[in-house]
């Protein structure tokens, strides 16, 4: 049995690695390309990111509640309610997403007002930003809709979904950016379309699912408030986490613009590794909400136990990894060597 798990947990765990990077690999590929328009747009993007994850995460719990309510009715043999569940998940994504993104549009210039930055920059990351809330509906239903298919037990076809949205958000950023000369607002639009094309796809697999278990497409609204109310606690916790993120961005701009763009690299790279740790907490929900659902309470307890202990050593290699690189990651990102010495400390100290 030790050995049949071991093996569920890579499986769920290595193609969601994949899947989990690509957003923070959307901003990284946004980071270079703007990187080398100059500092100031970079610094820009550094405001608006931070704007813009803070409203993703603080929605997150759409994916982490609707990953192990689906794998529980998976696990109890209830596939038609499993896919309800998902399902559920993503109407509720799309209603907060439509409401974010027209509240957020509208309070862009202010939301970056608080920061305090040059007007130069201020206009960067109020170009990028108002353009990218029009993605917000698309990215939480990416979240639910990833959920879904976690739950039950997929997470290979994610992984091909974010390869292709990656690479089409690449393209489309280097033409819109480089091609047409939009700038800054060219990465905006090309990660936007990106995203748009991934619901597209995932709306394709969940009718599927839908009519092979006879479960209904419209929205339940026991389901609806049922994911809302389990990741009340999730949103309240990443809410503490975000404002304590909001509080790093506002001292580097404090500081100045290349510390500002510098802050952006730092949190590109850090948010990449995170993400590419919670691969393992993806194969844990999975897996664990499956067993519930089956009643099999040892390899709960197993599967909680290993991918602990997966997690600290994983967490150790990527420490060293981004240490080791340091001196080169900020000529990586902007082409000059004064700003690898400039975040030096930083990404050693994140190491």
């Known amino acids: 049995m030790t050995r049949s798990l071991n093996r569920d947990i890579l499986w769920l765990a290595v193609p969601a690695f994949g899947s989990l990077v690509v957003e923070p690999l959307f901003i990284a590929i946004d980071s270079v390309m703007i990187g080398h328009l100059g500092v100031a747009q970079l610094a820009g993007l550094g405001i608006a990111s931070s704007v813009l994850q803070t409203l993703v995460g603080l929605m997150v719990f759409l994916a982490y509640s609707t990953t192990p309510a689906v794998a529980r009715m998976f696990g109890a043999g209830n596939n038609r309610e499993a896919v ?107 990660t936007v379309v990106a995203q748009w094309g991934m619901v597209v796809a995932y709306i394709v697999i969940a009718a599927r699912l839908a009519r092979k278990y006879g479960s209904g497409a419209g929205p339940s609204r026991a389901g609806v408030r049922g994911t809302a109310k389990t990741g009340g606690w999730l949103f309240l916790r990443t809410a503490a986490l975000r404002i304590g993120l909001l509080i790093t961005v506002a001292t580097a701009t404090a500081l100045g613009t290349e510390e500002l763009a510098g802050w952006q690299i730092v949190f590109t790279l850090g948010t990449i590794a995170a993400f590419a740790l919670d691969s393992l907490a993806i194969a844990a929900q999975a897996l664990i909400g499956k067993h519930l659902g089956s009643g099999d309470e040892e390899s709960v307890r197993f599967v909680l136990s290993r991918t602990v202990a997966w997690g600290a050593a994983a967490g150790a290699v990527l420490g060293v990894v981004i240490a080791g690189a340091s001196p080169l990651l900020g000529v990586m990102f902007t082409g000059e060597w004064h700003m690898s010495w400039l975040i030096l400390p930083a990404l050693i100290l994140m190491g």
């Open 84 to 190: 309800s569940r998902g399902i559920d998940g993503m109407w509720l994504a799309l209603g907060i997403g439509g409401v974010l993104a027209v509240v957020g549009y509208l309070l862009s210039p202010w939301a970056v007002s608080l920061f305090g930055a040059s007007e130069a920059v201020s206009e960067q990351a109020e170009s990028y930003l108002s353009l990218s809330m029009w993605g917000l509906p698309a990215m939480l239903i990416v979240f639910a809709a990833t959920g879904l298919l976690r739950g039950m037990q997929n997470t290979m076809t994610p992984l091909w979904i974010a390869g292709f949205g990656f690479a089409a958000n690449a393209l489309l950023n280097w033409l819109f950016i480089y091609g047409l000369g939009w700038g800054i607002a060219g990465s905006a639009a090309g």
